[in-house]
C-alpha cells in the first residue's frame, strides 16, 4: 500500500489535508510550515507549486503563488527544499500544481525527481482524462505515485466512477464549481455528499473548496472521510509573524 492508502486504511473519517503553497510567506517557508502541520495535527500535507495562471485557484492562493515567484520559488527550489523530507516528515505527502511548468522541466523527470525526495502522489487539474489515460498515467504509476482526480456536484456518476477508477489514494471532492475560497455554504451540500457515498467508491472521498473552519469541517465529514484546507490557512499565514504558533492556533480551531 502506498502512505495515503495507509493513512486511510488506519483513519476512516475526519482526515485533514492542508494545504499550503511553497515558498510562502517567505522562500524557506516550506519546510518550518510542513513541520508545524505535522506538529499540529494534519494527516496529509498538500503542497502547492506556485505558478502564474492557476485555474482552480482562488485570489488569496493566486496571490500566495504571485508572492512565491517573486520570492524566487521554481520547481528545482521546490525539489532542493525537499531533498531531506523524509528525515523529518512523516505524513503523506501530495504535490498541487499545473502542467505548463511541469512540461517544461520534464514529465517523466518530474515524477522521477518527486519519487526520489519522498512526495507521495500528484494533483494536477488541467491533466485531462485522455491524456492521463494515454501518455501520463503510466509515468505516475511506474514512479509509485498516486494520482488523484477532481470531481464536481455536477459531475456525472459514470464520469465519477471512471475517475475514481483512474484514481489512487483519494478522490477529490469540489464542494462547488467554483474557484478556491469561494464554495457554496458546505452544510448546503450534505446532497452531494450524500450521493456520493451511496455510490460506494474505490477510493476515499476528502471534501475541498470552502472548508475554513470547525463547522464545515464537521459538516464536510459527516458523510465523506475528511476534507481539504486551503485558502483559509493561507490567509492565516498571510499575517503571521510566527509559523508555528499561527499553525499551531489555526488547527486546534479546526480540530478542537
Given at each position: 500500500?502506498?502512505?495515503?492508502?495507509?493513512?486511510?486504511?488506519?483513519?476512516?473519517?475526519?482526515?485533514?489535508?492542508?494545504?499550503?503553497?511553497?515558498?510562502?510567506?517567505?522562500?524557506?517557508?516550506?519546510?518550518?510550515?510542513?513541520?508545524?502541520?505535522?506538529?499540529?495535527?494534519?494527516?496529509?500535507?498538500?503542497?502547492?507549486?506556485?505558478?502564474?495562471?492557476?485555474?482552480?485557484?482562488?485570489?488569496?492562493?493566486?496571490?500566495?503563488?504571485?508572492q512565491a515567484l517573486a520570492n524566487g520559488m521554481s520547481i528545482p527550489v521546490l525539489f532542493s527544499q525537499l531533498k531531506d523530507l523524509r528525515k523529518e516528515i512523516n505524513l503523506p505527502v501530495l504535490l498541487m500544481g499545473y502542467m505548463n511548468p511541469i512540461l517544461q522541466y520534464g514529465f517523466e523527470r518530474f515524477c522521477a525527481d518527486a519519487k526520489s525526495?519522498?512526495?507521495?502522489?500528484?494533483?494536477?487539474?488541467?491533466?485531462?482524462?485522455?491524456?492521463?489515460?494515454?501518455?501520463?498515467?503510466?509515468?505516475?504509476?511506474?514512479?509509485?505515485?498516486?494520482?488523484?482526480?477532481?470531481?464536481?456536484?455536477?459531475?456525472?456518476?459514470?464520469?465519477?466512477?471512471?475517475?475514481?477508477?483512474?484514481?489512487?489514494?483519494?478522490?477529490?471532492?469540489?464542494?462547488?464549481?467554483?474557484?478556491?475560497?469561494?464554495?457554496?455554504?458546505?452544510?448546503?451540500?450534505?446532497?452531494?455528499?450524500?450521493?456520493?457515498?451511496?455510490?460506494?467508491?474505490?477510493?476515499?472521498?476528502?471534501?475541498?473548496?470552502?472548508?475554513?473552519?470547525?463547522?464545515?469541517?464537521?459538516?464536510?465529514?459527516?458523510?465523506?472521510?475528511?476534507?481539504?484546507?486551503?485558502?483559509?490557512?493561507?490567509?492565516?499565514?498571510?499575517?503571521?509573524?510566527?509559523?508555528?504558533?499561527?499553525?499551531?492556533?489555526?488547527?486546534?480551531?479546526?480540530?478542537?
Amino acid at each position: 500500500m502506498s502512505n495515503i492508502e495507509k493513512l486511510f486504511a488506519g483513519k476512516k473519517k475526519r482526515v485533514l489535508n492542508v494545504y499550503c503553497t511553497a515558498g510562502f510567506p517567505e522562500l524557506n517557508s516550506t519546510l518550518p510550515v510542513m513541520r508545524s502541520l505535522q506538529k499540529y495535527g494534519a494527516d496529509l500535507i498538500e503542497i502547492g507549486m506556485p505558478y502564474s495562471d492557476p485555474l482552480a485557484d482562488g485570489p488569496v492562493i493566486q496571490a500566495s503563488s504571485t508572492q512565491a515567484l517573486a520570492n524566487g520559488m521554481s520547481i528545482p527550489v521546490l525539489f532542493s527544499q525537499l531533498k531531506d523530507l523524509r528525515k523529518e516528515i512523516n505524513l503523506p505527502v501530495l504535490l498541487m500544481g499545473y502542467m505548463n511548468p511541469i512540461l517544461q522541466y520534464g514529465f517523466e523527470r518530474f515524477c522521477a525527481d518527486a519519487k526520489s525526495v519522498g512526495v507521495d502522489g500528484l494533483i494536477l487539474p488541467d491533466l485531462p482524462i485522455h491524456e492521463f489515460e494515454l501518455e501520463y498515467g503510466p509515468i505516475i504509476k511506474k514512479n509509485e505515485l498516486d494520482f488523484i482526480f477532481l470531481v464536481t456536484p455536477e459531475t456525472a456518476e459514470h464520469r465519477v466512477r471512471k475517475l475514481d477508477r483512474l484514481s489512487s489514494g483519494f478522490l477529490y471532492a469540489v464542494s462547488s464549481s467554483s474557484t478556491t475560497g469561494k464554495g457554496k455554504n458546505i452544510s448546503d451540500q450534505t446532497g452531494y455528499f450524500r450521493k456520493l457515498a451511496a455510490w460506494n467508491l474505490k477510493n476515499p472521498i476528502l471534501v475541498g473548496f470552502g472548508i475554513s473552519n470547525k463547522q464545515s469541517f464537521e459538516d464536510a465529514c459527516e458523510f465523506t472521510n475528511g476534507a481539504i484546507i486551503g485558502t483559509a490557512y493561507i490567509k492565516a499565514l498571510e499575517v503571521s509573524k510566527d509559523i508555528d504558533q499561527t499553525t499551531k492556533v489555526f488547527l486546534n480551531g479546526i480540530l478542537g
